[in-house]
């Protein structure tokens, strides 16, 4: 067993080895197995541009972050995270925070619970603190500072308004033609199943492979005449295809995204609504135990990156890097894709979900699997055998895509103009 001394030596030579980034560093979990994290203490902050909340806590723990409105609420939930009794929590004068309340649901899971006084869209990232005493889970809430005017704009910057006469919209091919020095951003889509796996079975027949399809086809072409994407399917017809080997197809496409479409099916029929999942902790442990493993002859890359010459400590900390970004950004496009099915229906749970589905398991490929309703609900059969909600799933995602690009456009891309 590792003593509290050689993590903490291990920790300072990663931190040494990494030139002081800190900030993206994740240890393996099992470091921590069997230490319940709590908060020892937390921090508000307000700048131009809004509040930031850091929670400092002994241990790495699993978080979700999610909105509600009416009123608008930010919600933080720990997974076995203990709130010990005097931790204050200040807020400075001008965020848009009014109050916090905690709650304990499931018998150890922490929930904080933040009543605003405007909505925002709200990110949250867990990093190693970096002089190895614990993690800090760094919550920024985008805000203008309440009672502080908007900064006018330089006159010189102001455009000039010359009249033009009208011309056609290009066609989609030409849309996609990348500005110099720009790229389009590749989405690898994944129809679930296929071939001689039909999925789950409705109770009219309806088998999943033909609705994941269906929706990715239709989710292709609503990417394919958008300017700054570029879709790949993963398979274009009725055939099966390792769980594997859709994965390597994204690499090899060099995705920026993954995106493995599903219907759900549970003994229940009256189960119902749309889910969206991403991989768990103990899921990108293992992944990356058999990357590890197999680094030797493997000849993916991580994060562009390849492990065959690396040595061990920097092999590891080179993929956890890749992973810790990897969920991270899963995480936040995969709640907006959830917010976005609530629009056109209901959704089994609110928050995303986590698991260890293999199609997840890219390490520097941002993944989710999204579930677009319940095969087995009879109901909800009825509506993924038909076009229209076929199309408003797949438009569900491509919204959830577009605004998580758009607020964290990668460097190089269209939307890094925008």
Request: glycine content about 8%.
């Amino acid at each position: 067993m590792t003593s509290p001394v050689d993590i903490n030596a291990r920790r300072r030579f990663l931190l040494t080895l990494l030139g002081g980034g800190a900030s993206l560093l994740w240890l393996p979990e099992s470091v921590y197995a069997g230490v319940r994290p709590s908060i020892k203490d937390a921090a508000a902050s307000l700048d131009e541009r809004g509040t930031r909340l850091v929670l400092n806590l002994s241990a790495p723990a699993d978080h979700k972050v999610f909105t509600l409105s009416h009123p608008h609420r930010v919600v933080v939930d720990l997974s076995g995270t203990a709130l010990p009794r005097g931790i204050e929590f200040k807020w400075p004068e001008g965020c848009i925070v009014q109050r916090l309340r905690s709650g304990i649901q499931n018998g150890s899971d922490l929930r904080l619970v933040l009543d605003l006084q405007q909505p925002t869209t709200p990110s949250a990232l867990l990093m190693p603190d970096p002089e190895g005493k614990g993690f800090k889970l760094v919550l920024d809430l985008p805000h203008q500072p309440l009672g502080m005017p908007m900064a006018p704009k330089k006159v010189e910057e102001a455009p000039r308004v010359v009249a033009k006469k009208p011309v056609e919209r290009a066609p989609a091919a030409a849309r996609e033609a990348p500005r110099a020095g720009m790229r389009n951003l590749v989405i690898a889509i994944d129809a679930g199943h296929g071939g001689k796996d039909p999925g789950a079975v409705g109770r009219d027949g309806t088998r999943e492979k033909d609705v994941t399809l269906a929706i990715a086809r239709k989710l292709e072409s609503m990417l394919r005449a958008e300017r700054g994407f570029t879709p790949v399917l993963t398979r274009r017809s009725d055939v099966f295809i390792p769980l594997r080997e859709r994965t390597r197809i994204a690499r090899k496409q060099k995705a920026d995204m993954f995106i493995s479409l599903h219907a759900d099916a549970f003994k229940d029929p009256d189960a119902r609504g749309a889910s969206v999942f991403c991989l768990s902790l103990n899921g990108a442990s293992s992944e990356a135990a058999r990357w590890m493993a197999d680094r030797e002859n493997a000849a993916d890359l991580v994060g562009g990156v390849s492990l065959n010459d690396r040595p061990d400590t920097l092999a590891s900390v080179l993929l956890d890097l890749s992973q810790t970004a990897s969920m991270q950004a899963s995480l936040d496009a995969g709640q907006r894709v959830l917010t976005e099915l609530g629009e056109i229906g209901s959704v089994h749970r609110r928050d995303v979900q986590h698991a260890g589905f293999m199609v997840l398991k890219s390490p520097d490929i941002p993944s989710i699997l999204v579930e677009s309703a319940f095969i087995s609900n009879p109901e909800e059969e009825r509506k993924l055998r038909t076009s229209s909600h076929q199309e408003r799933v797949a438009k569900s995602v491509f919204r959830g895509l577009h605004s998580y690009y758009a607020s964290k456009a990668l460097e190089g891309t269209h939307f890094a103009m925008l």
